[in-house]
């Protein structure tokens, strides 16, 4: 037994409620991890209504903060936006047009999906897969 253990000290309780909230913690934080961690290269399929395209997204998380770039047949643009739980929203230019994507992020955090914009002259859905890129 170790010299500075002192059971008598220690109720039973105590012990139990300290593991568990330990447990409680480790298993959030791991769930949080998990959830959010959108870094690396996107691969997503956008369907515009008949109209589409498969752009690769490269993404940087830093907290909520997203950053990257867009690479797709409107050639390339640097990505803003914010990630939530697990609600991502980003945005980019091209050719003075506002782009704007939002949706959901699953929980393994290795496929998202949603809804997008090109500047109010088309919209549709989208869904992207975590990958390599292409």
Do not use: R
Not at 19 to 31: E, G, Y
Not at 66 to 76: E, H
Not at 81 to 105: A, C, M, P, R, W
Request: with cysteine; hydrophobic share 35%; charged share 20%.
């Amino acid at each position: 037994m170790l010299a500075f253990f002192q059971p008598h000290l220690v109720s039973c309780g105590t012990v139990k409620k300290q593991a568990l909230t330990l447990a409680t913690l480790l298993l959030l934080s791991l769930a949080a991890y998990a959830a959010s961690n959108v870094s690396g290269t996107w691969n997503a399929k956008v369907d515009l209504g008949g109209q589409g395209g498969t752009p690769t997204f490269v993404l940087k998380q830093d907290g909520e903060k997203i950053t990257g770039t867009y690479t797709g047949a409107l050639g390339d643009a640097d990505i803003t936006g914010t990630l939530k739980d697990n609600k991502i929203s980003f945005d980019f230019n091209v050719q003075d047009n506002k782009i704007h994507y939002e949706g959901t992020v699953n929980s393994a955090g290795d496929q998202m999906e949603g809804t997008c914009d090109y500047g109010g002259q088309a919209s549709g859905t989208f869904k992207a897969t975590k990958g390599a890129k292409k």
